[in-house]
Nanobody, 123 residues
């Protein structure tokens, strides 16, 4: 059974930083991708960033390029999202999700989801 557990959310001032973690377990394949999504109140869930297990390739939404960095620790089966220069519009519940395949501009995995972690950017 695939399980994902997010952590690291919180309240931060504009311009600040947070690092989210997504601890994964239960994979039966090495060919998978892990993505970060976010959902603000009244808005649709959107893909933020994605990393592929096969080659470590990464993708970012235009709104976070240059500010967010996705990375992984394969030994710990954990994916991180380093968020810098945070803006109030980054406020949302952040989820990680996984599925088989490779990330691309048109594919972020959505088969299994974590419970989400709240990020609030406010002064």
């Amino acid at each position: 059974q695939v399980q994902l557990v997010e952590s690291g959310g919180g309240l931060v001032q504009p311009g600040g930083s947070l690092r989210l973690s997504c601890a994964a377990s239960g994979f039966s394949s090495d060919y998978y991708a892990i993505g970060w999504f976010r959902q603000a109140p009244g808005k649709e869930r959107e893909g933020v960033s994605c990393i592929s297990s096969s080659d470590g390739s990464t993708y970012y939404a235009d709104s976070v390029k240059g500010r967010f960095t996705i990375s992984r620790d394969k030994t710990k089966m954990t994916v991180y999202l380093q968020m810098n220069s945070l803006k109030p519009e980054d406020t949302a519940v952040y989820y990680c999700a996984t599925g088989l395949g490779v990330c691309s501009d048109s594919y972020y995995p959505r088969d299994y989801w974590g419970q989400g972690t709240q990020v609030t950017v406010s002064s």
